[in-house]
């Protein structure tokens, strides 16, 4: 019943900029972490940036600076901002996110279905 959705993925060139997007939706009672993760061909699944219900965020090193997650509570949305894209951040990105569906009920792991992101050289 709960679904995150990301959009905004596309082919840009080094250098360039793009904002992703993903929301949350169905059955939520609360959202606690939210955040991104992307998976290059051929590599594992990385953390690229979380950020806490308080607000508090985690970046990869590879992205300090360029990268910028902010939330949007009310509209159950996470956003990832990206600047002065290079080649190696081509990958899968996607959205993931704590959530508890009932008034104590379990903390559970839901994940997107990934945008692509192209960085040409």
């Known amino acids: 019943q709960v679904q995150l959705v990301e959009s905004g993925g596309g082919l840009v060139q080094a250098g360039g900029s793009l904002r992703l997007s993903c929301v949350a939706s169905?059955?939520?009672?609360?959202?606690?972490?939210m955040g991104w993760y992307r998976q290059a061909l051929g590599k594992q699944r990385e953390l690229v940036a979380v950020?806490?219900?308080?607000?508090?965020?985690n970046y990869a090193d590879s992205v300090k600076g360029r990268f910028t997650i902010s939330r949007d509570n009310a509209k159950n949305t996470v956003y990832l901002q990206m600047n002065s894209l290079k080649p190696e951040d081509t990958a899968n990105y996607y959205c993931?996110?704590?959530?508890?569906?009932?008034?104590?009920?379990?903390?559970?792991?839901?994940w997107g279905q990934g945008t692509q992101v192209t960085v040409s050289s």
């Open positions: 993931n996110a704590g959530i508890r569906r009932i008034v104590g009920g379990t903390l559970r792991n839901y």
């Open positions: 169905g059955s939520i009672f609360s959202i606690n972490g």
């Open positions: 950020m806490s219900s308080g607000g508090n965020t």
